[in-house]
Structures are given as C-alpha cells and as structure tokens.
C-alpha cells in the first residue's frame, strides 16, 4: 500500500529536505524514525526537494508499506521520535500509483522581510532598514507571469531538463509587522524564489527598474539577476494535489 505523510519542519538545523552525505537531513531523520516504528527499512519520496536552512509549513512524502493498523497511532508514535522542530500532521492511504513529487499541480512559497529590528525575527525573517517602495516591488512581480523561462533565477550546475516553470501569482502583502511575498507556481527551479525575491528587493531599493528585471528574465543569466536573500525566510507554505489523491488540500 502507499502512504501520503504531511509533515511541516523548521529548517535551520537541516541541510534541506533530502539525504546527503555526511550532513544532517529531514529526510533521513524520517526515514531512520520509519524504519524503526515499522521494523523495516522505509524509503521516502517528497514532493520537492528545500535547501539548507529553508522551512515548511507543509510538505509531503510517500511511502509504500503493507497494511498498518493505525495511522492515528503511527502519527502519535513518529512524532514521539522526532525531534521538535519536525511535526507529523497526518498519514493517509492514497492510489497505489500516487507520486508525492510528479502529481503535485503545483507550490506555494512564502518569504517573510522585517522592516524593523525584532529579535523575534533572527532566525524566522531577513531584516531589510532602508525603506522599500512595495508599489513598484509588486509592479515587478507582475512581469514575472508573463514568462515561462526562468533560467536566470536558477542555481548553476544543476541537473534539471527544462527551465520552464508556469507562475500562478507573485504578490507582496503587509502582514502585520512583516513584509511577505507569496509566490505560487507548478514548479520551482533549485533557488528560484530566494533569488526572484533579491532581484525584487533591488527594486523596492531602486537600484534597478521593471523593465530591468524583464531584461533579466530575457538574458537567461543567472550574474545578471539579484543576489540570492538568506534561507531563514522562506517558507514552502502548500503543496497542491488531485482531489482522487488527497481529498483535503491544506
């Protein structure tokens, strides 16, 4: 049978979401809990993959196992394993050709600004103390759906086949003493969103224009975009399935 986890995980102590060498991972402390609980070695897919330091608020993983008794129970036991900044939400039975990361339609992320100096903020926030034209950050954003290439937001090296991504909503919001913008999409590239979010500050700091960022996104150069922003503010905030995969999308 296959099994759906959602989980949430404050990133500072992990080296992202997936295994790696020598490097503490989301992943592999999951998967080691598992396989203990189940008395069976588990292996993990999620449906994306955060860098180091980066945080979910919700995140998914499957994995496939015979029938288990209660998942109330397992839910209840696994967070008893895991460390406090990683929390189960739930376990459910889903298709057995369900993917966590194919059948995802599509992501949402968050970056949280502090535009004032709140000890509160350290480790949840990137503290920006000159003052930011939001209008104009905002009218930028905009221009980001009007492209499908992102390759100049895209870390260098990577491995992916295409830099086609399909952007849904781009937007900046105050909330309450934070600035946060929200971005939605079928698909990200490794790094994307921290460095849109720098090449938008660069606007709401007026060292560069909307027309420059349409230039930026046209070059496919990653040199020629903003600086990538600090890890500690973004948020992968929702993952969104079919209704025949999960029947609640949180």
């Known amino acids: 049978m296959r099994y759906f ?36 070695p588990i292996s993990l897919v999620g449906a994306g993959r955060t860098d180091a330091g980066v945080h979910a608020k ?30 189960i939400q739930k376990i459910n039975v889903v298709p057995e050709d369900a993917h966590a990361r194919f059948d995802a339609v599509e992501r949402t992320y968050e970056y949280w600004i502090a535009l004032e ?12 103390k000159h003052r930011l034209d939001i209008p104009a950050m905002n009218k930028a954003a905009g221009i980001l759906l009007e492209h499908h290439d992102f390759e100049c937001f895209s870390k260098s090296n990577t491995d992916v086949k295409t830099n086609l991504c399909k952007i849904k909503s ?30 938008l500050l660069d606007v709401g700091l007026g060292k560069s224009s909307s027309e420059d960022v349409k230039t930026i996104i046209k070059s496919k150069d990653r040199s020629a975009a903003g600086a990538s922003v600090p890890a500690k503010g973004l948020y992968l905030t929702k993952v969104l399935y079919p209704s025949t995969i999960l ?3 949180g």
Do not use: C
């Open 5 to 40: 986890v959602a989980f949430s995980y404050f990133g500072q102590a992990y080296h992202g979401w997936q295994r790696q060498p020598n490097a503490s991972t989301v992943q592999q402390l999951m998967e080691e809990s598992l396989s203990t609980l189940l008395k069976s």
């Open 58 to 87: 919700k995140m998914y993983a499957h994995f496939d196992f015979h029938e288990i008794n209660s998942l109330t129970d397992l839910t209840y036991r696994l967070n008893g394993f895991l460390p406090e900044d990683i929390a």
């Open 117 to 128: 100096k709140n000890p509160f903020y350290k480790d949840t926030a990137h503290f920006i």
């Open 170 to 199: 781009a937007t900046w919001s105050l909330i309450g003493d934070k600035l946060v913008f929200t971005i939605t999409a079928d698909r990200f590239l490794r790094n994307m969103v921290r460095a849109i979010v720098g090449t």
């Open 247 to 249: 029947e609640f999308n």
